[in-house]
């Protein structure tokens, strides 16, 4: 069936380093929305790619989506304890109005 | 405020007691959607409604039910629940049709089947 895979599935970092989660999938997307749920919380929409090759910034979240629409990241500069969550990244592939979660990444922050 | 209202946050129960898990959402969404989280497996779709009487299965509906007979409300129905319906359950809601627009959570459901 259709699968996104998302790695890594942990990742623990000293606050002040950086931090990246990738998001792949064998078929071409239409589009994708990346998610953060805190420990305890329920997810919430951070932002969504369209284009190809979409880069979009949020103060220190950068979200990038790829040349080829199969794979997208979210990179995190210069951590802190506030970014401690699970990351998802949601997928719509072409001709289907259905989106599909990836397994997310647990970010754990050392202060 | 705009919200997905769910309850209870958190219900403990035996097998083949029925339950029902209310969803409600004041933003006047015409989509609504229950997903499951389970450690490593990310948030799967159980059920998804796209307007009132409008109801499609999604990946793992068996062992489920919804209705949708108000829009706001769309309640998830476990007729006769067992230990592997034991998870963290999401009820969503969003604009536009699935995977357009974002998906607006509910505080979740922790539900525990003995």
């Known amino acids: 069936g259709q699968q996104v895979m998302q790695i890594p599935q942990y990742q623990h970092v000293q606050e002040g380093e950086d931090f990246t989660t990738y998001c792949n999938s064998s078929?071409?997307?239409?589009?994708i929305q990346w998610y953060k749920q805190r420990p305890g919380g329920h997810p919430v929409f951070l932002i969504q790619?369209?284009?190809?090759?979409e880069v979009k910034k949020q103060k220190r979240l950068t979200f990038q989506f790829g040349e080829a629409k199969k794979n997208s990241s979210l990179h995190i500069t210069a951590t802190q304890t506030t970014d401690v969550g699970t990351y998802f990244c949601?997928?719509?592939?072409?001709?289907?109005?259905?989106?599909?979660f990836g397994s997310g990444t647990r970010l754990l922050v050392r202060p | 405020e705009a919200q997905v209202t769910q309850n209870p946050r958190y219900l403990i129960t035996v097998t083949g007691k029925k339950l029902t898990v209310t969803c409600s959402q004041n933003?006047?969404?015409?989509?609504m959607s229950w997903y499951r989280q389970d450690p490593g497996l990310g948030l799967r779709q159980i059920y998804y409604?796209?307007?009132?009487?409008?109801?499609d299965k999604g990946d793992v509906p068996e062992g489920y039910k919804v209705s949708r007979k108000e829009k706001r409300n769309f309640p998830l129905i476990l007729e006769s629940p067992s230990p592997n319906q034991t998870s963290l359950y999401f009820c969503?809601?969003?604009?536009?049709?699935?995977?357009?627009?974002?998906?607006?959570f509910g505080n979740g459901t922790r539900l525990t089947v003995t």
């Open positions: 969503a809601s969003t604009e536009g049709p699935g995977g357009i627009s974002p998906l607006h």
């Open positions: 078929t071409t997307l239409s589009n």
């Open positions: 790619l369209v284009k190809s090759g």
């Open positions: 949601a997928v719509r592939m072409d001709s289907s109005y259905k989106l599909i």
């Open positions: 933003m006047n969404h015409e989509y």
């Open positions: 409604s796209m307007n009132v009487e409008v109801t």
